[in-house]
């Protein structure tokens, strides 16, 4: 499996520079959270360009699954050592304390995710 954070899936959606690599992983058995999901949305909607139907094929088509951010995904939150001079946005730390708590590698367009000490792999598609 292979969490994507929101702004993977921006990049496939907007046809932004990377989306042929985030297309690799939309055909890997590809997650992403529901908080990340909310993101993606919120954004949308923010610029106006609500797309229901790319979502739902991305969601139902391309096999996405959804993960919940529940108890365990919260405790790996807590114990996760991400300096607060990172600038990691609470989206940004929910998506690696999924990724983390699932052991999956994570898929992102940004590139100080690179920096982080983490256990798990990150994947940077620009």
Request: aromatic share 4%; with cysteine.
């Amino acid at each position: 499996m292979f969490l994507l954070d929101a702004s993977a899936v921006l990049t496939h959606l907007l046809n932004e520079e990377g989306k042929p690599e985030v297309s690799k992983y939309l055909r890997r058995d590809p997650a992403i959270s529901t908080v990340n999901l909310a993101e993606v949305i919120l954004r949308l909607q923010r610029d106006q360009l609500t797309l229901p139907a790319t979502i739902n094929d991305l969601l139902a088509g391309g096999g996405m699954k959804v993960l919940p951010f529940l108890r365990r995904e919260l405790s790996v939150l807590a114990e996760l050592k991400v300096p607060t001079s990172s600038g990691l946005s609470l989206g940004d730390k929910v998506c690696l304390a999924t990724a983390v708590a699932h052991h999956c590698p994570v898929v992102t367009a940004d590139r100080s995710w690179l920096k982080l000490e983490l256990p798990i792999e990150v994947i940077c598609i620009r």
